[in-house]
């Protein structure tokens, strides 16, 4: 006698496997698909990822030892034996889903160098950076062929300043048709979690208890040598002598901070002393952030020696000269600092060049639109560069204020942009006025496509048929609602396009775009600068307006400060000043949130005297302040 298996786990592949089908084919897909899982499917497709692909586009290199991997290492060693045999993958990514660390294997599955929608399409660790919870994702559910047979369960880990998303972990291990994890027979039906979301949760857990213990020495080293080099010989006599001199010397130290130039920094963070801001250039300070951040590659990769320092000297060794810009006036020698060995950051000790500087020429910012050293902008900008050369359209996606339309000029040339024909669909939805006007022979670049009409939409299809060899560059923003017209356009162009990552995700651009973004200031003034605490506010900010709300903050603060010295915390807005909130608001409460703010501030932090003001009772403005973590 022949039976069946019909239990929910023995039915529930075919029926995700013939939804992916049917939606990889373009046909109708049955009802009952997550509209969420339709639309990460669709963003792999926008994304242009093959669903065959069979290895990684491009293969970074592997990120150096960062503060993430030298937390989480110990843990994940202790927890590799507990993996077993049974054929599990645990994997460690950054911020960026780049894969750090990985342990264990599941036949037939090669580590990925990457795991972002844009490489690989729909998997858990790319959900749960997106929505900072436990995400995961069942085999068909993954966009790649190669992960049909794969389940997933991935952890965000956060970094103990400001809750940020330093990383992710992910357990993945067979589908079993048995497994409680399978997906569910039903399309829609609940399911139960993954067999070791446990396992991953308290390793996430482990870690991040770890990046808590470390938290705050490193700074505290590079303030010690800060001091250190500023105060020369004051503090150096009060280590030797003990630390009965410590509170009389310090006297010395503080005089020494304010008369020494001394610049010490790690890559974010940046201590400079009022004589060194003085000296400083925006091209000065960007060279020793450079030194500072390929001293630190540099020891990882072994290229310095080691020394053996004791924990939190900053060296024996001897200083080098830095290599400033041409004209600079000064001379920069760096001393490398060491925590347990390895170097974290430099101190520079700034010295004025004697006799007169020879002038030259000022050498021209480069814009900000191609500002920033993160991955995932330099392959999105070097991805655009190379589709730039061929005269074929190009697509431009990303939020707004990423820098689409910028980024679209510098790709047409900046000779050229005075010969740019410039439509905007926001303004012209049909093009009526834009393409009747328009020469041929001239590069044009339509701005929010996403705005576009049936017959703007038209339009630019007969353009592209009458004139192939056009220099086309669109922009546009994903989110509306897209026609069946517009979203044929969409996908035509789709094979060209580039999509921009939002601020929110190469947060370590902010510090190079402040110095590109800051109107250059006027001669014998020091350049704007910020000081650690507002600098951490502005990286947790998540930027919902991008780079175009950075550049307003960056703007109205070199314009309207009255102020002198570093930038402080209290002078930012409001919104960046206090931090995204605990968890996604609407827009609704979005508004709430920011008349609190506003009341608080007007009433100089008087809870009561901000309640009567906002027409409340006082337990209820409490009651919102602990739902929005104010």
Not at 379 to 386: N, P
Request: glycine share 8%.
């Amino acid at each position: 006698m022949t039976t069946t298996n019909s239990s929910p786990a023995a039915t529930a592949l075919p029926s995700l496997r013939l939804a992916r089908e049917r939606f990889l084919s373009g046909c109708p897909l049955p009802g009952g698909v997550p509209e969420e899982l339709v639309a990460a499917w669709r963003r792999a497709r926008f994304f242009g990822v093959p669903h065959d692909l069979k290895e990684p586009a491009v293969v970074p290199s592997r990120p150096v030892e960062s503060a993430l991997l030298g937390a989480a290492r110990p843990v994940l060693d202790r927890i590799v034996p507990a993996l077993g045999a049974d054929g599990s993958l645990l994997v460690l990514t950054d911020e960026r889903l780049r894969v750090l660390w990985t342990a264990g294997s599941v036949p037939g599955l090669d580590p990925w160098p990457v795991l972002s929608e844009q490489e690989v399409g729909n998997n858990s660790a790319a959900l749960a950076l997106r929505t900072r919870r436990r995400a995961e994702v069942h085999g068909p559910e993954h966009f790649l062929d190669r992960w049909q047979d794969v389940s997933a369960v991935s952890v965000p880990v956060l970094a103990p300043e400001g809750g940020r998303v330093a990383g992710t972990l992910t357990v993945a291990s067979p589908v079993s048709l048995r497994s409680p994890a399978s997906p569910a027979s039903q399309l829609g039906a609940a399911r139960s979690p993954h067999p070791q979301a446990a396992l991953a949760e308290a390793v996430a857990a482990a870690v991040e208890a770890e990046l808590r213990a470390r938290a705050g020495r490193a700074e505290r080293v590079l303030l010690d040598a800060y001091e250190r080099a500023a105060g020369g010989s004051g503090r150096a006599v009060a280590d030797e002598a003990g630390t009965d001199r410590v509170v009389t010397d310090r006297a010395v130290v503080d005089r020494a901070v304010a008369d020494r130039a001394v610049v010490a920094l790690d890559g974010r963070n940046r201590l400079i002393s009022d004589s060194a801001q003085q000296l400083l250039t925006p091209e000065v300070l960007g060279a020793l952030e450079r030194t500072a951040v390929s001293a630190r590659h540099a020891d990882a990769v072994g290229e310095v020696g080691e020394v053996g320092q004791p924990e939190g000297t900053s060296v024996s060794e001897p200083s080098m000269v830095a290599e400033l810009p041409e004209g600079a006036g000064l001379v920069a020698r760096i001393e490398p600092v060491r925590l347990d060995g390895v170097v974290i950051g430099i101190v520079a000790v700034l010295e004025p060049l004697t006799g007169p500087v020879p002038s030259v020429p000022a050498v021209p910012r480069p814009p900000s639109s191609l500002t920033g050293s993160s991955v995932s902008w330099r392959h999105a900008v070097g991805r655009a560069v190379e589709l730039a050369r061929s005269p074929e359209p190009l697509l431009l996606a990303g939020e707004r204020g990423t820098g689409k339309s910028a980024l679209a000029l510098e790709l047409l040339g900046t000779a050229a942009r005075a010969a740019v024909e410039i439509a905007d669909a926001a303004q012209d939805p049909g093009l009526e006025r834009a393409l009747p006007t328009w020469p041929a022979a001239r590069p044009l670049l339509l701005r929010h496509a996403e705005r576009l009409a049936q017959p703007g939409v038209a339009a630019l299809n007969s353009l592209l048929e009458t004139h192939p060899d056009t220099r086309l560059m669109v922009t546009h923003t994903p989110g509306g609602p897209v026609g069946p017209c517009l979203q044929r356009l969409l996908d035509k162009l789709s094979a060209r396009s580039v999509p921009l990552p939002p601020l929110r995700e190469r947060t370590e651009d902010i510090r190079e775009l402040l110095s590109a973004l800051a109107p250059r200031p006027a001669p014998g003034q020091p350049p704007l600068t910020w000081t650690l605490d507002a600098l951490r506010a502005l990286e947790r900010y998540p930027w919902p307006g991008n780079v175009t709300e950075l550049a307003h903050v960056v703007r109205a603060l070199a314009e309207h400060r009255r102020m002198s010295g570093p930038v402080r915390r209290a002078e930012l807005p409001d919104a960046v000043r206090e931090g995204p909130a605990a968890r996604p608001l609407s827009p609704m409460e979005h508004a709430e949130r920011a008349a609190i703010l506003e009341a608080l501030r007007r009433h100089g932090g008087n809870k009561a005297r901000a309640a009567t003001a906002l027409g409340i009772g006082r337990a209820t403005l409490y009651r919102k302040l602990r739902g929005y973590r104010v």
